[in-house]
């Protein structure tokens, strides 16, 4: 039995004007069709619907399946975890003063003080003797 194929540039497609497309087989190729009782039972014919962004997500769930995809995601987490120490503990969640340069000024002065933190636990202070 030859296999039926539709193809993407039928007529019988429609857009669903939310971002989907609407693929229809023809009734009596279905109807003709000796696995039509599992395929659709309670339909006339096979529908499919079929998102707009389908082929993009399929590429970002491939690229998530790879190596580099993981180091990426590992060098990502320092950087997030240093925004939100920033944001929680240092109080940079809202800006005080205005303007870019402003701006600039405050989140440099948090930058220091976080690098100064990590400079202080790779080189702690030298503990001075006391004499009795």
């Known amino acids: 039995?030859?296999?039926?194929r539709r193809n993407?540039?039928?007529?019988n497609r429609g857009t669903t004007g939310k971002g989907t497309a609407r693929y229809r087989a023809l009734k009596d190729v279905c109807q003709a069709r000796p696995s039509k009782a599992k395929c659709?039972?309670?339909a006339e014919a096979r529908?499919?619907?079929?998102e707009e962004h389908q082929d993009a997500r399929q590429v970002?769930?491939?690229i998530a399946k790879t190596r580099q995809y993981d180091i990426s995601m590992k060098l990502r987490k320092k950087?997030?975890?240093?925004f939100a120490h920033l944001k929680r503990i240092l109080g940079l969640g809202r800006?005080?003063?205005r303007g870019p340069c402003?701006?600039?000024?405050?989140?440099?002065?948090a930058a220091t003080a976080q690098n100064l933190r990590k400079l202080a636990k790779i080189f702690p202070a030298p503990q001075q003797t006391r004499k009795a």
């Open 40 to 42: 659709c039972p309670n």
């Open 8 to 11: 993407y540039s039928d007529p």
């Open 79 to 82: 950087v997030e975890m240093l």
């Open 95 to 97: 800006l005080r003063l």
């Open 60 to 62: 970002a769930r491939d």
């Open 1 to 4: 039995m030859k296999q039926f």
């Open 47 to 50: 529908k499919i619907t079929r």
């Open 102 to 109: 402003g701006a600039n000024d405050e989140f440099l002065l």
